[in-house]
């Protein structure tokens, strides 16, 4: 069985077990358990969904510090694709980088010109008759979980190249290696979500990530805006702006790669709906299906700081006037051979009931007649999200049926032999 | 282990639940995701066809340790010619329900071609079933 990282993890201390997380958890991986919302680690897909949810700041996303930085000679920060967004237009991408830089950092990686370069590749694999489809990019890591745990079906529709920022990361290093040999590099992703930060520490598709850590966008955001308030810039020069940068937000994918036959879902349960169609083999006539986890999409992610459909704005504004990076310089920089996925995405067994179908067959008889003892009003005060999951978590032996508040009132069971 | 979904007639916001139903129970039971895939399939050609050409009627789902079995039944109108509707691409789905992404006429062939057994029977005027398995 795989060993679970997850970034997203609970304060203890901070947790009142209200079952908020719990009730919006789109995949059902929270329990309260004596009070607290504990998470199951194979059910856990990273979306960052009960760091926005819960009242009392008791989830949280674990990330490297800036103390972390100082291990490497050369120090670089990769934001990611909605960073520039969730600053005013006012302050420049050169202002933002110099800023990151009074921070700390030596370089900053731009990787949406890299999102523009496999944009160009995802168009042509969309005319590649060899490829299955509709396709689906592994850009949202939430989503690729998803379909790892929900949907193992569809792991064939999933495109084997790497994501942008990983592409970014490895052509830094190898051209660093040749300017600097020998010195340290270490690069820093600079997160809106934790679904990136676990597909650093913990990557989906290849043995290593080619960054070293991440930082969460909320946390440096503050540090970012005392500097840039405090302080005229020197350099006005202009750094690069890249069409790429659509890629946070919905239905950037599909513009940059110029895919027409694309749908674009964002919001996790609009997400799962649609793969579930997708598995049924109602959505052949497809040829990409755009997917993120957050509203919005990256915009929406839930280390950002900014209101999703202003960061949307922003991104547009910025972009509206660019022109597409030459097919050229495309053709002749890049082998696209080479930006594949070196592992095989694996589907997560979520356990069944039980690896011999009719003792699993038994269970489930029992799990029908004690839906038959509940209320069915999936109250949430037993730490369940719904009466069935009770149900499921009795006859595995994870909860009781005294657990529910109904069954206590009413002093046990109506049927004895359970 | 049986479980019993009941379809409404033109319904198109429960259906579709008969499907999922299947592939969450078949999922929590283990079941390879293959076959879990053609069971959903099955499940969930059966129940639009009851909700769009028929008066309503329900989808059996039966699960036993060497097999997967779903019925679904309905109240009628029946089909003419079954050989005909048995045909891809044939279809009398109206504009509207085309409309909603329905009527390519794949639905009856999609059941037989993801079943290990299939069996439709109608009379035209009475009820539609259509027994269909999946070896496990
Ligand atoms: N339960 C039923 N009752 C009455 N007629 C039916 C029933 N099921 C199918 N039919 C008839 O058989 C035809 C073919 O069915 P089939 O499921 O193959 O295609 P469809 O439902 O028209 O389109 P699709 O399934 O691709 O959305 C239907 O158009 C309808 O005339
Ligand atoms: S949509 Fe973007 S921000 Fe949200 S989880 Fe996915 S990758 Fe992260
Ligand atoms: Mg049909």
Known sequence: ?418 | MKFEYTITTQNFTTAGEASSNTKKTLKLLGIDSKIIRRAAIMAYEAEMNIAIHSRGGKIQLEIEAHRITIVAEDQGPGIADIDLAMKEGYSTASHEIREMGFGAGMGLPNMKRCADSFDISSTPGGKTRVVMTLNL
């Open chain 1, 1 to 418: 069985m795989a060993d679970y990282f997850h970034s997203v993890i609970l304060i203890e201390e901070k947790c009142t077990g209200c079952t908020v997380c719990m009730q919006n958890c789109p995949t059902q991986a929270i329990r309260v358990v004596d009070g607290k919302a504990q998470i199951t680690p194979e059910k856990c897909i990273d979306c960052g969904i009960c760091i926005r949810v819960c009242p009392y700041g008791a989830k949280t996303a674990v990330t490297d510090t800036m103390r972390d930085l100082e291990a490497y000679d050369i120090k670089a920060a990769m934001p990611s694709m909605s960073f520039y967004s969730q600053f005013s237009q006012h302050y420049s991408k050169t202002k933002i980088n110099n800023a990151l830089k009074t921070l700390g950092f030596d370089e900053v990686i731009d990787q949406s010109y890299h999102a523009e370069v496999l944009a160009y590749h995802l168009g042509n694999l969309s005319e590649d008759p060899q490829q299955v489809k509709p396709m689906i990019s592994t850009y949202c890591p939430a989503i690729t979980r998803l379909i790892q745990i929900k949907n193992p079906e569809l792991i064939k529709n999933i495109i084997p190249i790497e994501t942008p920022m990983e592409v970014a990361a490895r052509l830094y290093k190898e051209a660093m290696a040749e300017r600097n040999p020998g010195a340290s590099v270490g690069i820093f992703y600079i997160s809106q979500c934790p679904a990136k930060i676990t597909s650093i520490k913990k990557p989906i598709g290849l043995g290593r990530s080619s960054l070293d850590g991440a930082l969460s966008t909320k946390n440096l955001y503050p540090l970012l805006m005392q500097i840039l308030s405090h302080r005229e810039d020197y350099s006005q020069e202009l750094t690069a702006a890249y069409l790429g940068e659509n890629w946070a937000i919905l239905g950037g994918q599909s513009l940059t790669s110029e895919i027409e036959a694309a749908i674009k879902v964002d919001d996790i349960d609009e997400v799962a709906k649609i793969l579930d169609m997708a598995e049924l083999g109602k959505l052949s006539g497809l040829k990409f299906i755009e997917t993120y986890a957050c509203v919005g999409g990256c915009v929406g992610g839930p280390l950002n700081v900014e209101n999703p459909f202003i960061a949307r704005y922003r991104v547009e504004s910025r972009t509206r006037s660019l022109s597409p990076i030459d097919i050229d310089e495309i053709e002749n920089n890049f082998d696209f051979g080479k930006l594949l996925w070196d592992l095989e995405i694996e589907p997560i067994d979520i356990l069944g009931l039980d690896k011999d179908l009719s003792v699993a067959l038994e269970k489930m008889d029992r799990i029908d007649k004690l839906l038959g003892e509940l209320p069915g009003i999936d109250c949430g005060a037993c730490g369940c999200p719904s009466c069935r999951a009770l149900a499921e978590d009795i006859v595995q032996k994870k909860a009781r049926l005294s657990d529910c508040v109904f069954q206590k009132l009413q002093g046990g069971p109506k049927n004895a032999t359970l």
